[in-house]
């Protein structure tokens, strides 16, 4: 028997207590309750099976991609299998673009018919669809060299034209290539690149044009009556028109029988084959339109403003004979703006049996912007550039814009201006749900896939240079990159001082009042 020697106290008392019941306590009463350790099982696998599903969505979504390639690169071997041994390749140049080192003549970017694009190559028939070998041949007195593809009878009346680089109304004494890096005697040096412009060179004068013209504007079908009855009669050009402008121009006088129009979409799909030049008259919006109507090869595209602001439209429509007058003699400077391929890829397992998951492409001259809609909830989108993870957007939506579109909805989502022909693509997000997420510009080169998670709270809508809105639901993915055909824009004086002049006095960029010279000044 223990004799305590004092009376013990009440700390130690409760102190022997505890440990007491600490020793006599069963140890499955420190185990969780069996509903919380159920519940924890249920999450555990809950999210095993989410994580599982995710992989096993994003492996179909890569394999059906390799089917999609793979399918392609069937039909182009197939293709050059069928094509005629003599047929044109567009690797090889045309006789009228070879140099002449007797006559000091250089070679120039390139010829064209319909249009050949500056970085020509098999690469767009990979990428767009569209094969090269829709161009025409210049100078062809017979069929033989001509694509399978252009067979038609109006090719013949179509003008040629060339591309040659140039300075200050000079052609460049050198023979500028698009290799830009050089590597002699084990030294890596660039080209010089400074002050060079795209010039124009009609080989054979014009034929034909297609005017396109801002509906419902009374000023602006004024104009187009006066531009016609002055093509036709002073200088025998063919004028191309839309359907419902046809109908109004016939309900003002039967002398526009003499004017054609495209009423089918395959004459649409085929215009490009039978004009030489497209003339808006309009705002930008009739350059978008325009700039629409054409799937692959683009004539160059003389632009009068008769809108608001006027980026992309550099003449005065009330000096429209001077103007054509100019470039109808050539030579002119123009701008190459550039587009960018759009396509929808569906989420297989919600595409039907039997649907195609791979949806009607667009071709964007300004932006792709990408909502979250009506939907109050922030928008997710996983962003890859070229298959590596780029980010995950959280916020009001994306931008993927051109340097074109760079003072569009690009601009006023906190991005940059970009000049017309720096090769880019913008990457602006729209009030991003993150102080730190800025907006980039990427290589022209690079492929970026937006998609819209498995687990995203809400869904997105994707337009394309404001329309065409569709919905992209979970599991959803939009491919995009630059395309092989850009838009070539005829200028007025030449591309830098046109680009410079249109943020002058459309942005009003920068524009302050002068401070005065009156009051205090530096020692």
Known sequence: MVRFMHAPSAQWKNTFRKQALEMVTPTWLSFPRPCEALRQVSESKARALDEAAEWRRKYEMEHLRAAILEQKQKKREQYIDQSPPDSWSPAEPLDSEKSDPENGEESPVGSVNGWLPPHSNSE????????????????????????????????????????????????????????????????????????????????????????????SASDVTAICKEMIRWLKEEKGIGVYVEPSMKRELLD?????????????????????????????????????????????????????????????????????????????????????????????????????????????????????????GMSSFLTNLECYCDDIFLTSVQGDGLILSTPSGSTAYSLAAGGSMVHPQVPGILFTPICPHS?????????????????????????????????????????????????????????????????????????????????????????
């Not at 795209?198 to 509906?215: A, E, G, H, M, R």
């Open 252 to 372: 003002d006088s039967s002398y526009f029988r003499c004017v054609q129009a495209c009423e089918t979409e395959q004459e649409v799909h085929e215009v490009h084959t039978k004009v030489d030049l497209v003339i808006t008259l309009g705002g930008d919006g009739t350059v978008l339109w325009a700039a629409n109507m054409f799937k692959g090869p683009v004539p160059p595209v003389v632009s009068f403003s008769m809108g608001s602001l006027g980026f992309m439209t550099p003449f005065r429509s009330d000096r429209y004979k001077d103007c054509l007058q100019t470039l109808i003699k050539g030579p002119v400077y123009i701008t190459l703006r550039h587009r960018l391929h759009c396509q929808i890829i569906r989420n297989p397992e919600a595409v039907k049996e039997g649907d195609d998951p791979c949806e009607e492409t667009h071709l964007v001259l300004n932006e792709i912007a990408i909502d979250r």
């Open 124 to 215: 767009c028939c990979k990428r767009e669809g569209i094969c090269t070998q829709q161009i025409l041949r210049s100078h062809s007195g017979s069929t033989s060299n001509m694509s399978l593809l252009t067979r038609a009878p109006q090719a013949a009346e179509k003008a040629s034209f060339r591309l040659q680089w140039g300075c200050a109304g000079k052609k460049d004494s050198r023979n500028h290539t698009h290799d830009v890096v050089s590597f002699e005697c084990g030294n890596i040096t660039t080209a010089s690149r400074s002050s060079k412009q795209i010039t124009l060179v009609w080989n054979s004068p014009p034929q034909s044009v297609f005017i396109l013209c801002k509906p």
């Open 435 to 523: 102080l730190s997420f800025r907006p980039l510009i990427l290589p022209e080169y690079v492929t970026i896939r937006v998609q819209v998670p498995r687990n995203s709270r809400g869904q997105a809508w994707a337009s394309f240079d404001g329309k065409d809105r569709q919905q992209l639901n979970e599991g959803d993915a939009l491919l995009c990159h630059m395309s092989a055909w850009p838009v070539p824009a005829a200028c007025d004086i030449e591309s830098t001082t046109d680009f410079l002049q249109s943020v002058r006095d459309g942005l009003h960029w920068n524009l302050r009042k002068r401070q005065g010279s009156e009051g205090p000044t530096s020692n």
